[in-house]
T-cell receptor, first 113, second 111 residues
Framework: NAGVTQTPKFQVLKTGQSMTLQCAQD?????MSWYRQDPGMGLRLIHY???????DQGEVPNGYNVSRSTTEDFPLRLLSAAPSQTSVYFC????????????FGPGTRLTVT | AQSVTQLGSHVSVSEGALVLLRCNYS??????LFWYVQYPNQGLQLLLK??????LVKGINGFEAEFKKSETSFHLTKPSAHMSDAAEYFC?????????FGAGTRLTVKP
């Protein structure tokens, strides 16, 4: 049982490049989410999904796209990277939304130059 | 939208002393409340959560938190700090799938 896995661990992009951050979970969780963590700002919700085929925006969705074609995978796409997207990105999953514990992946540290 | 305020970005205590990390929330209705801990270069781990079953919630590693609706607070406490408690702690609120985290409090434990 690997839990929540994220790849890559580190990534450097140039402004304007695109890329996909991968997230997978093997716990059959319905709810998955993406956060970014910036110093002094805690974690901010980017997008979330309550099940395969269903996604919704969080607090800071601009510049990011998501899709959920399977229960296991929830990739995050950066369409045209900007320096403001330099951050640590965490994927999380839980059995369902609401009061259930979220399990976090190890994070991806992204630098945009 | 709901929000979370953590008072004090850094808290320093001596080993064996009381730990008190403060969290206040704003929400139109009582939300679900959580405390998470993050050790360096790791993801977050749940310490405890409030789901309206009981106002005093006990979590892992000897931590507990009390929900006070009148004060819109959910402060985290531990009677006696241990060196291994040094980490960053996040309070979070979930209402209608919208999860909001506080800015975090870094706890330092002095020997």
């Amino acid at each position: 049982n690997a839990g929540v896995t994220q790849t890559p661990k580190f990534q450097v992009l140039k402004t304007g490049q695109s890329m996909t951050l991968q997230c997978a979970q093997d716990m059959n969780h319905e709810y998955m989410s993406w956060y970014r963590q910036d110093p002094g700002m805690g974690l901010r919700l980017i997008h979330y999904s309550v099940g395969a085929g269903i996604t919704d925006q969080g607090e800071v969705p601009n510049g990011y796209n998501v899709s959920r074609s399977t229960t296991e995978d929830f990739p995050l796409r950066l369409l045209s990277a900007a320096p403001s997207q330099t951050s640590v990105y965490f994927c999380a999953s839980s059995y369902s939304a609401g009061s259930y514990e979220q399990y976090f992946g190890p994070g991806t540290r992204l630098t945009v130059t | 939208a709901q929000s979370v305020t953590q008072l004090g970005s850094h808290v320093s205590v001596s080993e064996g002393a009381l730990v008190l990390l403060r969290c206040n929330y704003s929400s139109s209705v009582p939300p679900y409340l959580f405390w998470y801990v993050q050790y360096p270069n790791q993801g977050l781990q749940l310490l405890l959560k409030y789901t309206s079953a009981a106002t005093l919630v006990k979590g892992i590693n000897g931590f507990e938190a009390e929900f006070k609706k009148s004060e819109t607070s959910f402060h985290l406490t531990k009677p006696s700090a241990h060196m291994s408690d040094a980490a960053e702690y996040f309070c979070a609120v979930n209402l209608n799938n919208d999860m909001r985290f506080g800015a975090g409090t870094r706890l330092t434990v002095k020997p």
